[in-house]
DNA sequence: ACCTTCGTTGACAGCGCTGTCAACTACCAT
DNA sequence: ATGGTAGTTGACAGCGCTGTCAACGAAGGT
């Protein structure tokens, strides 16, 4: 293993003590302007990166931001991880990567986790986000924690998009196309999205005069086969959606695949819209219409986030807790308008 | 943050020193098998997780797993990271990402990365792999380091399939289902399986007595757009194959998108047969065939060899080096076969 | 009985860094 | 000059663990 320069090194040919280079590491004030030049030449020259190891046993923090997941998406997983990882490199953080286990109650091994790792912060990813037991224990253990792309339970604070106004937009587009009966397919109940999304889609049908039918309403797991089996009960009785609006695309892609099946052109005889806009979306014949949730930069965002609340703790403390908790982060999100809704042919 | 027993507190509750402590955790000889049992049992009580940093710093190692990636489909990439954590949690190691930079020469960033977290061995994914100056440079620097899904550059061990007998295998179910006019889209120069998939496609041809024409073998990027583009060039023709076996599925997708564009149907007019087996292969119309690496185990198996490989040197240092680094180990692939080549309707 | 050897255990230093606290330097007001 | 204050710096302890080495007792050979 190639050797790397220590602090001493640094402080060496820096001629100050490892303290000051200390400092200047770590940004504290009362630095002169001189000495930090000094500092900054001799890490520099020395290609200078302090230990993780060694920072996190002194200061009694990792500098390792936890990041936990569930069921996710793989295209959701790498990107959001792309996004934290861009803000972690900056900051040199390094991240901790936690998959909930498949046993019943994951709340204790995610714990446990928590606990052996001690990553200063930690992101949280739907379902996780939305699970009032594990939020619960979270805050009673004190981590620091941020949630993407979820309201969550309303406890600590979020990065997402507007999924209803998202939803809503979708639907909108399909009324605007001339599609008049169309169905939903709602996603789990354990992902609060899933409710946000149902509403997005039932205001825009309210807007329009439209009624939503009950039997063109079907429950899904987000996943392709349950997007296969609602898809088979609205289309196969006599009254047919002439649109299904799936809640996100894997399910879309079992709607597009049954269609296929039974011999129905999509979009002529069947418009399908998707969310999320996996790669799925792009590949398929013809492109999926769906919405597009800037994931990378929401992982970034939230990151920062996260960083900004366990770093000012140390300074404030007790000062305005509640008030950071419930803020949450809005992003802009994306109609992707493909072949799938009528729309143009790629 | 909730609190963590320390190895002092293990000590005083099994009335031992904390060096014994520290030797049952490292599983180290020379320990009483009573006072063992005595040590494991106050771990368990105060739930006891050694600290990272601690040992790092102390051992000089980092207990960390380095995983270097690029540009790999997002499946792959979350299933290796499935099969190194599951390794990894076992023996308490980290995982440390790392993606590389989009810049020009990335190798300097690389080692950047691995001097700067200095992690205790590194898993390389294709194409980085392949990239003989980033191989030189990490046997250069002494770090210790295995390649996964890639048979390299001959240098260091690997833990993969048999790509070449994998294309064999699926050119042959091909041959076997009566296609004879066989296109194939080879993967990127940088990727050695390109090479190898390639291989075993010719030799599954040349048994069977057919011929590889040269149009209708075409260079790809691994990525949906360039099987697009060499399906458009080998279907616009007015000799055209009955079937196409692209060397991995983004590519296959691209060939299927064609075929449907131009009113062909698949499998009847045209077979098409892709490799990994991403979730795509099975969400598309008709189910695509391909051929399946169990990615997870891949990423488990070389990471326990890679502990193996940087644990042992610490005991045998000089001995036979050079007899591991040869090394590679073959799992077992798994062909695939669903409605795209003709196979059962999914 | 004695010395050796080996298995078992603990005392202690120190990994690279940060927190604490004290020292030292301006610089201003008295 | 004298004291006070704020800015700047370094000495030093210690974070939780491992490596080294020495101490001790038990087993075996003479």
Redesign the pocket.
């Known amino acids: 293993m190639a050797a ?8 060496k040919m820096a ?9 200047v ?2 940004r ?9 030049d000094l500092v900054l030449h001799a890490i520099q020259q020395l290609n ?4 993780l ?9 990792s500098f390792l931001i936890g990041m936990m997941y569930d069921n996710a998406s793989d295209s959701f997983l790498v990107d959001l991880q792309r996004g934290i990882l861009r803000a972690c490199r900056e900051r040199h953080y390094g991240l901790a990567l936690c998959p909930a286990s498949r046993a019943k109650d994951h709340t204790a091994d995610l714990m446990e986790w928590v606990i052996s790792t001690q990553p200063d912060g930690i992101i949280l990813t739907p379902p996780l986000s939305d699970d009032q037991s594990l939020v619960d224990r979270l805050i009673e253990a004190k981590v620091t924690f941020i949630s993407v792309s979820s309201t969550g339970t309303g406890l600590g604070p979020s990065v997402l998009i507007d999924e209803e106004d998202a939803a809503r937009a979708m639907a909108q587009h399909l009324i605007e196309a001339g599609y008049r009966d169309i169905g939903f397919i709602r996603g789990p109940a354990d992902h609060a999205c899933s409710e946000l999304r149902y509403r997005g889609f039932e205001a825009a049908m309210k807007a329009a005069g439209l009624s939503v039918r009950s039997d063109w309403v079907k429950a899904g797991e987000f996943d392709f086969d349950s997007g296969v089996t609602a898809a088979e009960q609205m289309l196969s009785g006599p009254n047919r959606p002439t649109a299904i609006f799936a809640s996100n695309d894997d399910m879309a892609a079992g709607v597009i695949n049954v269609a296929y099946r039974m011999g129905l052109n999509v979009p002529r005889d069947l418009a399908v819209a998707g969310f999320d806009d996996t790669p799925l979306a792009q590949h398929f014949w013809p492109g999926l219409s769906t919405v597009k949730q800037p994931i990378i930069q929401i992982g970034q965002q939230a990151t920062e986030y996260l960083m900004g609340l366990f770093e000012g703790q ?1 300074g404030a403390e007790s000062s305005d807790k509640k008030s950071t908790r419930e803020q949450s982060m809005l992003l802009p999100y994306e109609l992707v308008l493909r072949g799938s809704t009528g729309a143009q042919s790629q």
Chains 1, 2 share one sequence.
Not at 28 to 36: D, G, L, Q
Not at 48 to 51: D, E, G
Request: aromatic share 2%.
């Open positions: 790397a320069a220590t602090i001493n090194d640094v402080a001629g100050v003590s490892i303290k000051t280079v200390s400092r590491v770590n504290e004030p009362n630095v002169r302007e001189k000495t930090r200078y990166k302090p230990s190891a060694a920072r996190g046993l002194a200061g009694g923090r140390a």
